[in-house]
Antibody, heavy 122, light 113 residues
């Protein structure tokens, strides 16, 4: 069974930093691109970032480019999102999501974690 | 960026009746190289993460009840629930994965009438 467990969320002041983690199990982590998707309170879904299966290719939403950095440790089956220069509008539940198909990046989201809440406020 | 527009924003349907949600993209999602529409549907129940229902516009994800079906091609797509059950109350999102950035529709809230 695919399991994705996010951690690292919390309350942070504007301008601050936070590092999210997503521990993956139940599938061959090294075969899948991985994604972060966020959802502001009461709002819809917004794609944040994708990293290829090997980690060599990344992409970001315009709203976070230059402030967020995605990475992965394939030896530990873990995905990361380093967030800096945080703003109030970054407040959201951040979901880790496994790509739908192995070996190719589709940017469709086959499995999701439960999410971790990031709140940016003074 | 591709814009995804769902209609209606909310919908109330009686138990056992058919529910239909529409999704329109600002450009075609049909990829010539594989002749597939890069369109997915997700269900999000209250307090839960989204769940993939349909991909390639009409392929049902494993374990999804067959009362859920997806149709359409190009720029116009539909999610249908043939006989609404109480557990289908949720917000439904379409999402294009034809190009980066992947974009979701604004969501359609489905309730019981």
């Amino acid at each position: 069974e695919v399991q994705l467990l996010e951690s690292g969320g919390g309350l942070v002041q504007p301008g601050g930093s936070l590092r999210l983690s997503c521990a993956a199990s139940g599938f061959t982590f090294t075969s899948y691109a991985m994604n972060w998707v966020r959802q502001a309170p009461g709002k819809g879904l917004e794609w944040v970032s994708t990293i290829s299966s090997g980690g060599g290719s990344t992409s970001y939403a315009d709203s976070v480019r230059g402030r967020f950095s995605v990475s992965r440790d394939n030896s530990r089956n873990t995905l990361f999102l380093q967030m800096s220069s945080l703003r109030a509008e970054d407040t959201a539940v951040y979901y880790c999501a496994k790509d739908l198909l192995p070996f190719v990046r589709t940017s469709s989201f086959g499995s999701w974690g439960q999410g971790t809440l990031v709140a940016v406020s003074s | 960026d591709i814009v995804m527009t769902q209609s209606p924003d909310s919908l109330a349907v009686s138990l056992g009746e058919r529910a239909t949600i529409n999704c329109k993209s600002s450009q075609s999602l049909l990829y010539n190289s594989n002749n597939k529409n890069h369109l997915a549907w997700y269900q999000q129940k209250s307090g839960q993460p989204p769940k993939l229902l349909i991909y390639w516009a009409s392929t049902r994800e494993s374990g999804v009840p067959d009362r859920f079906s997806g149709s359409g091609s190009g720029t116009d797509f539909t999610l249908s629930i043939s006989s609404l059950q109480a557990e289908d109350v949720a917000v439904y999102y379409c999402q294009q994965y034809y190009s980066i950035p992947p974009v979701f529709g604004q969501g359609t809230r489905l309730e019981i009438k």
